[in-house]
Every structure is written in structure tokens, then in C-alpha cells.
Nanobody
Framework: QLQLVESGGGLVQAGGSLRLSCAAS????????IGWYRQAPGEQREFVAY???????TYADSAKGRFTISRDNAKNTVYLQMNSLKPEDTAVYYC?????WGQGILVTVSS
């Protein structure tokens, strides 16, 4: 069973940057769907970004121009580079590869 472990979260000031990593327990080169979601306190989990098997990348409107999803197939790792962070980006961020989910990692953006 595929396992995913996120890292790279933490506390950052508004305007700062963080890079989240998602390490997979096995090769994900042929995954159909690789994405990031987030869940803010009291809110439902929402889509942030994903890359399909065909390489097409899609971002939520809130992430466009600030976040970048990428993958390193050699390291079985997916990244989410987050720039120009805002307090409203505060959430637990989850990595998703097909049916597998990571445990989530907290990102807190202070104003």
C-alpha cells in the first residue's frame, strides 16, 4: 500500500515562502493523479493543485501565480512551492496520490 509523508510545513510570516514535500513509499511515476489539498480550521478540505498523468497541471484560483506543484520521479517525491503566503493560506496541507493520502502537515501564516 502506498504511503505518503509530508514535510516542510511550519510558521511563516505573510509574504514568505515554504516548500512542502511529499515522499512516497514507492515509485509514483505511473500515478494517474498527484495533488495537494488543504483544510483550514472549521472548513472543508479543498483542492490546491494537481498534476495528471498526462502532465497537465491545474491550480485552484487561490493558488494561481503563487504556488507551484512539481515532482521528482527519481526521488518519488512531490513538492508544493508556496510563495507570497497569506494568512488565509493557513491550513493543514495534504498530499494525495490516486487513492492514497498523507497524514497532513500544518502551515501557519502570521499577519
Amino acid at each position: 500500500q502506498l504511503q505518503l509523508v509530508e514535510s516542510g510545513g511550519g510558521l511563516v510570516q505573510a509574504g514568505g515562502s515554504l516548500r512542502l514535500s511529499c515522499a512516497a513509499s514507492r515509485n509514483i511515476f505511473n500515478a494517474n493523479f498527484i495533488g495537494w489539498y488543504r483544510q483550514a480550521p472549521g472548513e472543508q478540505r479543498e483542492f490546491v493543485a494537481y498534476v495528471g498523468r498526462n502532465g497537465i497541471i491545474t491550480y485552484a484560483d487561490s493558488a494561481k501565480g503563487r504556488f507551484t506543484i512539481s515532482r521528482d520521479n527519481a526521488k518519488n517525491t512531490v513538492y508544493l512551492q508556496m510563495n507570497s503566503l497569506k494568512p488565509e493560506d493557513t491550513a493543514v496541507y495534504y498530499c494525495n496520490v490516486d487513492a492514497a493520502w498523507g497524514q497532513g502537515i500544518l502551515v501557519t501564516v502570521s499577519s
